[in-house]
């Protein structure tokens, strides 16, 4: 069984994060929490979800106070932000899992899930992120900066995808969530 599981994995590796994303539901792909435990989107318990690559030493930074009231207001309704933290972008998130946590928890009362800081770009571009901008993607292209957001149903749907400078209150992404809840 060892040998299979090795096999399996050796194969991926070879074949790149977009031979494993095609493989799963955007939903099951894998993910570390920022607690460095094995979860996935489907975990989160929400049937909407906003995916969005973070980091704290932004300009863009201030949009957490944002995502913060966007879950706080619709999580009693099935959404939630779930944040990536990420470091491809000019170095903006180069702090441990305690400091990313610690930042988030004193800056912005952020309550909202955080996962392990991943790649969201590049050779070591994590498979969910590869399956969100690949060239069989819903809305492919690689992310341009962070707080780039994904609207994902807890099946994996990928409904809509917001640019960086799209803030959390825009109209665009209020009337979404608002349409993938159902309101």
Request: proline share 7%.
């Amino acid at each position: 069984m060892r040998f299979i599981a090795a096999s399996l994995l050796a194969v991926l590796a070879v074949a790149g994060p977009l031979a494993y994303a095609a493989m799963n539901n955007i939903a099951e792909i894998p993910v570390k929490d920022i607690d460095g435990k094995d979860t996935n989107l489907k975990s989160q318990k929400a049937k909407v979800l906003l995916v969005v690559n973070v980091a704290s030493q932004c300009g863009l930074t201030p949009q957490y106070e944002g995502l913060e009231k966007l879950h706080r207001k619709y999580k009693d309704k099935g959404f939630s932000v779930v944040g990536f933290p990420c470091n491809d972008f000019g170095a903006q998130e180069p702090g441990t899992p305690e400091e990313i946590k610690q930042f988030c928890k004193s800056k912005y009362d952020v309550s909202f899930p955080m996962m392990g800081k991943v790649h969201v770009k590049g050779t070591e571009q994590h498979p969910l992120y590869a399956a969100l901008t690949g060239k069989d993607a819903a809305f492919p292209g690689d992310i341009k900066w962070n707080f780039g957001k994904f609207l994902v149903t807890a099946d994996g749907k990928v409904l809509k995808r917001f640019e960086p400078k799209t803030t959390p209150d825009d109209p665009s992404v209020i009337a979404a969530i608002e349409a993938a809840l159902g309101k």
